[in-house]
């Protein structure tokens, strides 16, 4: 009984940290214009991955995947998968998402379906770890950010200047003090 418990407080740690950073960072900051609308219709699902490899990661992203094709919209939204027991190294985590791609492949969801990806050391290519514009991908965790394509280009096309979104937040990050990314990213700077 005492594991039962230890696994729904160590849930519970997670499922807090996702809301906290989603509240804060992603709807707070503005990161995503378009996320605040669905997380106040309760239409976005968070799946806390209890996988311990990549095969049973895979499945639960498999199973993520179908759930969101198989709900209506009205529904679900969007969904977010989270990672809290590997893929800690980013290195690890991006060589996954090459998997995570080539699900979308064999289960006919590329253009239906695109994943996003957020991860605690998240680092873009030709930047230095602790550049600016890496924080706009940063999450307590490795999530794997599910999206459906026609409601994303849906929001796109009804906002006045889409292109610009990823500036804006590097930007912001640019502009904004050590404290405040410590506040607002502690499990970054450990």
């Given amino acids: 009984m005492a594991v039962i418990s230890a696994e729904n407080d160590a849930k519970k740690t997670v499922e807090a940290a996702v809301s906290l950073w989603l509240e804060r960072v992603v709807v707070g900051l503005g990161l995503c214009p378009f996320a605040a609308k669905p997380l106040q219709e309760a239409r976005v699902r968070v799946d806390i991955s209890s996988a311990q490899s990549p095969e049973e990661l895979a ?21 977010l998968l989270v990672v809290p027991h590997m893929l800690a190294d980013f290195y690890d985590y991006n060589d996954f998402l090459d998997i995570a791609d080539a699900m979308l492949v064999e289960g006919d969801w590329e253009g239906v379906i695109q ?70 990213f502690p499990y970054c700077f450990k």
Avoid: W
């Avoid at 499945?59 to 969904?79: F, K, M, N, Q, W």
């Fill in 59 to 79: 499945g639960d992203l498999h199973l993520a995947l179908c759930r969101l094709e198989e709900t209506p919209v009205e529904t679900l939204e969007t969904s």
């Fill in 115 to 184: 994943i996003a990806s957020f991860h605690p050391q998240y680092q873009f290519a030709e930047t230095d770890k602790d550049d600016a514009e890496n924080f706009t991908n940063r999450a307590p965790y490795p999530i794997f950010h599910l999206l459906r394509e026609a409601s994303l280009e849906a929001v796109l096309a009804s906002y006045p200047d889409p292109d610009a979104i990823p500036e804006r937040n590097i930007e912001l990050f640019s502009d904004m003090d050590r404290g405040k990314l410590k506040h607002l």
